[in-house]
């Protein structure tokens, strides 16, 4: 079953402690489509300048993406400079160049409205909202947001989460919706708000779904994946993206929503965000293979499993 | 089998956002002991002052804690005022009154040396060396530090660790030891340093235990096991040495050490830790059943399992 994500395609330019890289391909929007491609067919909706080559359009591609909902736009693709220091887990901005992003108003084409699966990467809550009643008939919408939105624009931002089934944002941005320190509660209130499920990433330790009560006939008990302890993360650029691409991929894959899809999509999730940081950009997603998913998913498995 | 556990006996004074207690029967070797006491026989060298009474000396002799190596010194015991803001991840300390644990000199009773199982707390790492030495025909010592012992005395830190087969201590100790901000990475380090495993306590996300190439037999896969979301957390303080508690007193309670034994270990460690902060103090370890440790480690293999 077909997934449309709706978000950013951006050239980044990154620094870490393992080196740099000057515009490279990414943007949330690309990030999940690579990482879902592994699992269901992927249709992108967003907005290229004119610096955006063949070249780029060929990493998705060879991935089998469909780009017709990729608008080509007069000017520069949205480019984002910046750079991590120890803290791997916190990116520094040096620049944000909008570009033809800052004007972007979400076309679905008319070949993507058979979809079942609709991913509203991080962009203007408004944005989301509009797409979200647009495609309202798909079984799952799935959903990202920051902290700027979750400051400037709070009104526009519930209103968006009421049309959002499963929502995937980390710790901070949980606590910051709910206005609660205390993780388990912050995520009840964020589910009050409409979400039918939270996914909380929590970066190098994993991730945690908790269900509102009586979604998905789950009950309320929350679930748990961890993430592989890595010696080496080159760029944690799009690791959420990825993490994001992964879960729902797996689920568009899936005949049945119950729990042990969405858990196992939990595990999925984890096991592309930790490909996309061993390499900077995405260049690693592009070189995957499902073979070495599969071995990493078992990975996972069995870093907690007991006999 | 049993444990020996040497370490600081308290009284403590704390407030967090639940409330606050004061003068509360606290200390590492007290929340270790009465944790590991569900499972293995435990026995505690440590010092008192006059102001431990018998209403004291119950709360150990009710969980069968074997306490004639507590010696009784003129004076006032170890008092700890500390608060926690929001963060509960945090302590801030009000006041360390030391006490009769400034010339603490531990003294392991005869009774005593027959124990198969040697905890050091955490205290000056001479102390703990000395300790060690002493018991060195225990089958596993354990055993923990902090980040004031790793900057003020890291050689005597260093001569600990070739004694210590496995060392459990958080994130941030990890990587204060070995200087190393990756954490997979910083494991290594510390494990070159000499304990066969190190257990990382990430707090509410778990713990991690790393092994060194061969020890145990068992690989240098690392094991994760999850941490609960909690609700409420009502005092923090003890968590650290409960996990502790519950991750030696179950390795105690079996004939045989593998990888299997230690992953359940890390589960029990989990569990223990996430009883202790439900309550002020160790009042809820006291109150604590051997039935309700058992569903809540059902839980916890719950919370990441895949069918």
Known sequence: MSIVVVGSVAFDSVTTPSGSVEGVLAGAATYFALAASFFAPVRVVGVVGDDFTSEHEEVFRKRGVDTCGIERAKGKT???GG???DNLNEAKTDYTELN???NFQPQIPPAYRDSEFLFLANIHPRLQAQVAREMNGVRMTGGDTMNYWINSTPK???ETLRMVNVLLINDTEAKMIAGVANLPRAAQKVLAM???ALVIKHGEYGATIFFREGAFGMGRHPFRAPALPMEEVKDPTG???SFAGG???YIASQEQLNREVLKRALFYG???GSFAVERFGTERLQSLTREEIEARFQIFRELTHLE
Do not use: C, I, K, S
């Open 239 to 241: 690791a959420g993206d």
């Open 83 to 85: 750079h991590y220091l």
């Open 78 to 80: 949205f480019r984002w």
């Open 100 to 102: 033809v992003f800052e």
């Open 270 to 272: 984890g096991v592309m």
């Open 247 to 249: 879960f729902m991929g």
């Open 194 to 196: 409409g979400p039918q």
């Open 156 to 158: 526009e931002l519930a």
